[in-house]
């Protein structure tokens, strides 16, 4: 499973040659279609419907997570605290990619912090 943060949205969004080549090699790789937790659109979004274009497009081929469970909330807060590191959104996403999945982020730091404390949880930086 492939989940990504909001560097990854916004990288992958981008209407870039790179972007479409790593989303076709991601589909190679059966990675595809990614997992985008809805607390990762307030950090990715402006709001603005002509300056979100580009990721309401890409959003289309990705499963929009729209509910965290209880269990993954507190396991959010967990990773949290035994990494003293990374925002509550980072440490959603790394949940949400439990046991055994992989983040795509446009900034490891926080999320390889977090995921040190995780189940099997990869971080690759786009």
């Known amino acids: 499973m492939l989940v990504l943060d909001s560097g990854g949205l916004s990288r992958l969004s981008a209407r870039t040659k790179t972007a479409a080549a790593l989303i076709r090699a991601l589909s190679d790789e059966e990675l595809w279609p990614p997992i985008v937790p809805t607390v990762v659109l307030v950090e990715s979004l402006r709001g603005d419907p002509r300056r979100d274009a580009n990721a309401h497009r890409f959003l289309k081929m990705c499963i929009v997570e729209t509910v965290v469970s209880e269990r993954v909330a507190r396991r959010a807060a ?13 440490a959603l996403v790394v949940a949400v990619a439990e046991p055994g999945g992989t983040v795509l982020t446009g900034d490891a730091a926080d999320i390889e912090a977090l995921a040190a404390h995780a189940d099997n949880v990869a971080v690759e930086l786009i």
């Open 78 to 90: 967990e990773l949290r605290r035994k990494a003293r590191a990374g925002s509550a959104v980072d």
